[in-house]
T-cell receptor
């Protein structure tokens, strides 16, 4: 099955700085990599995802990069704001393309200081 | 409003008691999932269901049971056989079972504390 490692476990930045969270995965057949944001007391919500046929995807201040050779992908948040403070999870398909099953990373607690 | 509801938000039970967590969705999604969240361990899959009257074990199914009698409902029972049931439980759904490419929508979660 898939093994997903996420780093760092906590990240503290000043408002306006950039934040980068990295994940590695083990199954070279994996082809879909979502990122979820979980605010306090709520369920996770998808913020961006990337398919294996592209190396980068952007959505306003958020971007995800994928390096299939090295089997890692990263979340980049630019111009961070206090409302970006949350727990972020990366994920990859469990066992390559197993239907509906995702393996999640351990999570990163991001704190943006005003 | 379309979405996923979980109830209750907080649940307290005595050790040795079974407890059922509710999950309802009105998104007309085929697939539904139960995850357990513990500090520092991310989300771990307990059970998932791709279609009504069918469900599969996830990575940590021992001590849990589910049913999927209706498309919109996927209740989770935490049995007395679960050795460490205190956790935050999340229910999710996705539009189909065509693969992991479908976005999973999560409910607000139920925090279960076993005393």
């Amino acid at each position: 099955g898939e093994n997903v490692e996420q780093h760092p476990s906590t990240l503290s930045v000043q408002e306006g700085d950039s934040a980068v969270i990295k994940c590695t995965y083990s199954d070279s057949a994996s082809n879909y990599f979502p990122w979820y944001k979980q605010e306090l007391g709520k369920g996770p919500q998808l913020i961006i995802d990337i398919r294996s046929n592209v190396g980068e995807k952007k959505d306003q201040r958020i971007a995800v990069t994928l390096n299939k050779t090295a089997k890692h992908f990263s979340l980049h948040i630019t111009e961070t704001q206090p409302e970006d403070s949350a727990v972020y999870f990366c994920a990859a398909p469990a066992g390559g393309t197993s239907y509906g099953k995702l393996t999640f990373g351990q999570g990163t607690i991001l704190t943006v200081h005003p | 409003d379309g979405g996923i509801t979980q109830s209750p938000k907080y649940l307290f039970r005595k050790e040795g008691q079974n407890v059922t967590l509710s999950c309802e969705q009105n998104l007309n999604h085929d697939a539904m999932y139960w995850y357990r969240q513990d500090p520092g361990q991310g989300l771990r899959l307990i059970y998932y269901s791709q279609i009504v009257n069918d469900f599969q074990k996830g990575d940590i199914a021992e001590g849990y049971s589910v049913s999927r009698e209706k498309k919109e409902s996927f209740p989770l029972t935490v049995t007395s056989a679960q050795k460490n049931p205190t956790a935050f439980y999340l229910c999710a759904s996705s539009i189909s079972d065509r693969g992991p490419l479908d976005e999973q929508f999560f409910g607000p979660g139920t925090r279960l504390t076993v005393l």
